[in-house]
């Protein structure tokens, strides 16, 4: 929640992108953990634990996070 907030405020305020660039940006910041971090805990065999949790947990909310972001930035959705 905390970082598309952040990427919206920046995009919006502080770059000045058009709102296609916003709600790109804002929806690419609220995607999850990708496995590449589980890959390369599993290959050194570090935080194997700590990576699947975190690309699980992540996963999770963003299933729900996503949603209410792309119903925000719609297209005539919004303020």
Do not use: C, K
Not at 31 to 37: A, H, Q, R, S, Y
Not at 43 to 64: C, F, M, P
């Amino acid at each position: 929640v905390v970082r598309p907030a952040l990427v919206w405020v920046l995009a919006a305020h502080v770059f000045a992108l058009s709102p296609m660039e916003i709600a790109v940006a804002t929806i690419a910041a609220g995607l999850p953990t990708g496995n590449n971090v589980f890959i390369l805990a599993q290959r050194y065999r570090l935080y194997e634990d700590v990576a699947a949790s975190a690309t699980i947990i992540s996963t999770a909310a963003s299933a729900v996070t996503l949603s209410i972001l792309v119903a925000l930035l719609a297209p005539g959705a919004g303020p």
